[in-house]
């Protein structure tokens, strides 16, 4: 069993930035973000392959988050800049797996989320 705990998220107008970590107990090849607004389905945000040291990104995110990893392969990040209303949600480190991307259904193990608030 892995353990994921996210952290980082509170609440920023729209134009600042946050930064948020996801301490894994073990390392893991395919890690991402994924984030969930009220009435809304969960939705990837970021992905992490530590193979082939790839990153992949939602369309709405790109040139705006950037995600990496730490040396010891147990931390993921996600740093947000210039975020907007729409990007107000709970935001989810997801891991595991054999594939990766941005479909919730390739994960084997879930944080409890860390809330991300930004007012216009």
């Known amino acids: 069993q892995v353990q994921l705990v996210e952290s980082g998220g509170g609440s920023v107008q729209a134009g600042g930035s946050l930064r948020l970590s996801c301490e894994a107990s073990?390392?893991?090849?395919?890690m991402a973000w994924f984030r969930q607004a009220p009435g809304k389905e969960r939705e990837g945000v970021a992905a992490?392959?530590?193979?082939?040291?790839?990153?992949t990104y939602a369309n709405s995110v790109k040139g705006r988050f950037t995600i990496s990893k730490d040396n010891a392969q147990t931390t993921l990040y996600l740093q947000m800049n210039n975020l907007k209303p729409e990007d107000t949600a709970m935001y989810y480190c997801?891991?595991?797996?054999?594939?990766?991307?941005?479909?919730?259904?390739?994960?084997?193990?879930w944080g409890q989320g860390t809330q991300v608030t930004v007012s216009s």
């Open positions: 992490y392959d530590d193979d082939y040291v790839t990153t």
């Open positions: 997801a891991a595991g797996g054999r594939i990766g991307g941005l479909i919730a259904d390739n994960y084997n193990y």
């Open positions: 073990k390392g893991l090849v395919f």
